[in-house]
């Protein structure tokens, strides 16, 4: 009797293992905390091997903590931050450097080159990304071109790349695997997302050799098995999806229309579009929610860097708040921000604005503007940029929005789940649990091993712990919202 499924979920900045039941309740829990390397203005960086390390580590802890074994263990679902890319020596099993983060900005001069060069039609259509150094491609291009005798080596077949899901895989199976699934392979920008094969034209583009790419599988594949020294016993690895298309999959999110936002560092919001891959044209990307039985359901994606890492900035940065948990007291007592609007572009602004060079400001401040008013707004904010990627949905043909699926770590706010329903003017469902990246990729795995038996019985699994619904006049509400778009003007650089 195998009854338990476990999930690794490796993200930007931590590295979390949870051991669910087939009924989706977390039993067991381990985390740890990842340290992020800034070696330069814009550059984020992290250690594969401490990443490697830390995954077999919370993998043990939980399973110890809740004293299940390996062998009770049905299957391993990896869920992990996407496009962060790794280069490592098939021999040796290290990598040649440092993991380049997804948020890094290195190659944004390589990036508009090749966009003044007028590729940006031909890379959206064959990847439905855009030409951002937030990809994997030009990350990986910059790792060959820079670190001593890359190049060559890749040429020669001896290096592999992979974003960290394939960099776990080949660490948990000691080598024997070299793959990814369906849903990281879209945002690495050389993969073409109709034909689901890497693409030999977008790899000429980067100068990027095939002899690196894994083998790409469906997210619930057979992924291999964990090496018997890791848990005692082995483990099959059977589901594996990027954590934004996890949480689609951990809230069910599995019929044409539906809508997830994960409110973490970042904000990531995701539609299901079924069998069609929406192309945008305001500037959302198209993505591959799942791959099932050979299958692609799309997905349009709109992605904000700066969420939570604008609480953080509050209580770290200028230490205006003790815990982030603090922000919901302040805002209930405060109540409104009286005009005052955070734009938190501390890393440029992504979609749907994809403007680099935009940098933060904080608008409207008078006398008697307080802390309280300040926090309101960086909170608020969040829900305006929610707004932002809903507008672009709705012009991109998506119908209006009923009800918004939300979790991650800020969804514990009550306060700002109702200011997000009065601004986006929809109704926000909380499930019973936020933890919703790990869970999808266990219901991956689940699947993989045919402990459930299609989608619709992962739907039954689905609670709703809260529903919030709008209450702000509509007035209100419009009056807010162009106050914010006045003030992104002011803060973009290059309007697209
Ligand atoms: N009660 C809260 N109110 C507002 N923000 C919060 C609250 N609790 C956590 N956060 C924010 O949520 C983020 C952590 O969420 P999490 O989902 O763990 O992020 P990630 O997976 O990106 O590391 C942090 O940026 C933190 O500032
Ligand atoms: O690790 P997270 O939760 O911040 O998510 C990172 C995203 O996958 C980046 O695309």
């Known amino acids: 009797m195998q009854p338990y499924l476990l999930s690794l979920d490796q993200g930007t900045t931590s590295t979390r293992a949870i051991i669910f039941n087939l009924q989706g309740q977390p039993l067991a829990r381990a985390q740890r905390e990842l340290k992020q390397y800034f070696p330069a203005d814009g550059w984020v960086e992290h250690d594969a091997e401490e990443i490697a390390e830390a995954s077999l580590a919370v993998c043990r802890e939980a399973l110890q903590q809740s004293g299940i074994t390996a062998q009770q263990i049905a299957a391993i679902g990896i869920t992990n931050q996407r496009e962060t890319t790794v280069i490592w020596d098939r021999k040796t099993g290290k990598p040649i450097h440092r993991a380049i983060v997804w948020q890094d900005r290195r190659t944004a001069d390589s990036c508009l080159k090749l966009k003044n ?61 070299h793959a990814t699934d369906a849903t990281n392979a879209a945002r690495t920008l050389i993969f073409n997302i109709h034909n689901q094969q890497w693409d030999e034209e977008l790899l000429s583009l980067f100068h990027i050799p095939a002899s690196l790419l894994p083998e ?71 993505t591959v929610g799942y791959r099932l039985n050979g299958k692609v359901t799309y997905a349009l994606e709109g992605s904000i860097f700066v969420a939570g ?12 708040i ?30 749907p604005y994809w403007d680099p060079h935009a940098r933060g400001a904080i608008f409207g401040l008078t006398r008697d503007t307080g802390i309280g008013e300040i926090v309101i707004a960086g909170l608020e904010a969040v829900c305006f940029q929610t707004r932002d990627l809903m507008e672009a949905m709705k012009k991109d043909g998506a119908g209006k929005l009923q009800t918004l699926r939300v979790d991650g770590g800020m969804a514990v706010n009550n306060w700002l789940m109702q200011a997000l329903s009065d601004i986006v003017g929809c109704r926000v469902a909380r499930p019973t649990v936020t933890e919703t990246t790990a869970l999808g990729a266990a219901w991956l795995a689940g699947l993989y091993v045919g402990k459930f038996a299609s989608l619709d019985a992962i739907t039954e699994l689905w609670h709703c712990q809260r529903e919030f619904s709008p209450k702000m006049a509509l007035d209100k509400r419009e009056q807010m919202y162009t106050g914010w778009l006045d003030a992104v003007q002011r803060v973009t650089y290059k309007t697209v």
């Open 322 to 351: 003790k815990q982030a948990g603090d922000t919901e007291a302040i805002a209930e007592e405060t109540m409104d921000s009286r005009g005052v609007y955070l734009v938190p572009a501390f890393t440029g602004l992504g979609a």
């Open 309 to 320: 890492a604008a609480v953080q900035w509050l209580r770290d940065g200028i230490q205006l």
């Open 216 to 286: 790409v599988l469906d997210s619930a594949s057979d992924f291999g098995q964990t090496l018997t020294k890791h848990f005692g016993a082995p483990i099959q690895i059977g589901g594996v999806a990027g954590d934004q298309q996890a949480a689609l999959i951990g809230q069910a999110c599995f019929k044409e229309g539906m809508v997830k936002s994960t409110y973490g560092t970042g904000c990531f919001m995701v539609m299901n579009t079924g069998d069609e891959a929406i192309s945008s044209t305001h500037r959302l990307l198209t």
């Open 117 to 177: 060069k007028g590729h940006e039609v031909r890379v959206q259509q064959k990847t439905g990304l855009l030409l951002d150094p937030y990809f994997s491609a030009s990350k990986i291009a910059w790792l060959l071109d820079n670190v001593a005798g890359a190049r060559a080596r890749a040429e020669r077949g001896e290096l592999a790349f992979g974003t960290i899901d394939s960099w776990l895989i080949w660490q948990l199976t000691g080598g024997k695997k």
